[in-house]
């Protein structure tokens, strides 16, 4: 079972890599938006199958009929008590209607943003540009015996750094030209591998790859987990931060996915017929 599971997951990451090399003629920005569509429309489209639309619509008027009463008779305390008690019982009831289309959206929400976070909240190295690559062992013993095997493209620019303290060891590499690599970590004639994007938009871009279980797969997708019994615990790629600007404003992906998808679930809602 668990082995289907991984194929699934391999192929996902498959498909949404298809899907960015598709749009990497197109502004960040525009991508996000593009997702932000996507999911309004998937959600409203969940939602409209999965919960009691005439149920909702009535719970929306009697909010809206509580809200108004609130504001009319605010001269008259109990009147505006028993308003906001039952605002309380109908806004908790409203939410149990909700509670069944986001369990049923949940997975597939919680697989999108794995891969929205893979491809947009870090962007790739800067050909040029120094970087470090960092690995944390089980033991500081383990230390002495590390090799970093490198490719052609990239070059160790300083002496590593071993940090006995956090049994660590950090590398300053260089990447000279764009492209997607694979450094090795050997020790006691193991290899432990981690990707690394150099000024590829687009990419799917794991910073850690951590010793974990099959949870690491799915909010890290793209790159499986280091061997659960291995001497690696996890090595780690320092990229930068994609920032989108907003006015005069920089900000990461989230703010502006949950604003478009936001925008766009109240525009289609209504040409989707669904109650939210």
Request: one cysteine or more; a positive charge.
């Amino acid at each position: 079972m668990l082995n289907r599971v991984t194929t699934l997951l391999i192929w996902i990451d498959k498909l949404f890599d298809f899907s960015f090399r598709l749009m990497k003629p197109l502004p960040a920005l525009v991508v996000l938006a593009v997702f932000s569509v996507l999911t309004a429309v998937l959600s409203l489209i969940v939602v409209r199958w999965t919960s009691n639309q005439k149920a909702i619509r009535r719970l929306r008027h009697l909010i809206d009929a509580h809200v108004l009463e609130v504001r009319l008779f605010s001269d008259q305390p109990r009147v505006v008590l028993r308003a906001y008690l039952n605002l309380l019982g109908d806004t908790l009831l409203y939410l149990r209607y909700a509670l069944v289309s986001l369990l049923v959206f949940s997975l597939p929400l919680l697989l999108l943003f794995g891969q929205l976070e893979a491809h947009f909240e870090h962007a790739p190295l800067e050909p040029g540009c120094d970087f470090l690559v960092s690995a944390k062992f089980q033991t500081a013993d383990s230390l002495a015996g590390v090799v970093l095997r490198l490719p052609p493209d990239l070059v160790q620019t300083a002496p590593s750094v071993h940090v006995l303290s956090e049994r660590e060891i950090d590398w300053r590499i260089k990447g000279q030209r764009a492209g997607t690599y694979d450094v090795h970590v050997v020790l006691q004639g193991h290899d432990f591998s981690k990707r690394v994007v150099v000024g590829t938009e687009f990419a799917s871009i794991v910073p850690r790859r951590l010793r974990g279980s099959f949870w690491q797969r799915i909010i890290n997708p793209g790159e499986a987990p280091l061997p659960p019994g291995g001497l690696v615990e996890q090595i780690g790629i320092q990229y930068p931060q994609r920032l989108f600007g907003v006015g005069t404003w920089k900000v990461g992906w989230l703010a502006p996915y949950a604003a478009l998808t936001l925008a766009a679930a109240l525009l289609l809602k209504g040409p989707l017929r669904t109650e939210i």
